[in-house]
């Protein structure tokens, strides 16, 4: 089955630690996303990618960096200069950046700092 | 900048009764208008969309015209279903000088009760 996959699905880390979502996508798309949520504030872009090699920084990249060294890989880290870092994260891909074509979703991953 | 507005929730009907979600967009360009869904500890999937004007999207019985006049993309269904629970983002992408992003408004929660 295609899709996206992202693990965990629940994430504990003291603060003060960095810590990496996986993101895997199956679909063959060349773009990708990693969205925060928080409650009551809808999704927020942290960081997108077009093309392997390549990402730019969404609204709120302060505090994470990524990395698209391979297609189907978007691997977010949470680094310590992260203020607030426990929310819900999730992974999306598209076909390609441009156009109006559908964002497809992975489950997401719910990271808590202790 | 972009901005979606979405009417706060949550909403709470029976079930077969009529529900409407409101949503209300500023863009600088010509979006494109989306309606996902979030089922309980999932991530997001497209429920539907419309790409211009007086376009109608829909999906599974739900339904939202896109209204330039009144920069508006309602949601609304006939007769919902306990299945219909869940949160609702509306979402806007601007096809030209807005980057590949998704502008998310901040979800509605809806209940359906029997």
């Known amino acids: 089955d295609g899709g996206i996959t992202q693990s965990p699905k629940y994430l504990f880390r003291k603060e003060g630690q960095n810590v990496t979502l996986s993101c895997e996508q199956n679909?063959?798309?060349?773009?990708m996303y990693w969205y925060r949520q928080d409650p009551g504030q809808g999704l927020r872009l942290i960081y997108y990618?077009?093309?392997?090699?390549?990402?730019q920084k969404g609204d709120i990249a302060e505090g994470y960096s990524v990395s698209r060294e391979k297609k189907e890989s978007f691997p977010l880290t949470v680094t310590s200069a992260q203020k607030n870092p426990t929310a819900f994260y999730l992974c999306?891909?598209?076909?390609?950046?441009?156009?109006?074509?559908?964002?497809?979703f992975g489950p997401g991953t719910r990271l808590t700092v202790l | 900048g972009n901005s979606v507005t979405q009417m706060e929730g949550p909403v709470t009907l029976s079930e077969e009764a009529f529900l409407t979600i409101n949503c209300t967009y500023t863009a600088t360009g010509y979006p494109s208008l989306f309606w996902y869904v979030q089922y309980p500890g999932e991530g997001l999937q497209l429920l539907l969309k419309a790409t211009k004007a007086d376009d109608k999207g829909s999906n599974k019985g739900f339904e939202a015209t896109y209204r330039k006049e009144t920069t508006s993309f309602h949601l609304e269904k006939g007769s919902v279903q306990v299945s219909d629970s869940a949160v609702y983002f509306c979402a806007l992408k601007e096809l030209t000088g807005g980057g590949n992003k998704l502008t998310f408004g901040t979800g509605t929660q809806l209940k359906v009760e029997l």
């Open positions: 679909l063959n798309h060349d773009a």
């Open positions: 999306a891909s598209s076909i390609y950046g441009g156009g109006d074509n559908e964002q497809f």
């Open positions: 990618s077009q093309i392997v090699n390549d990402f």
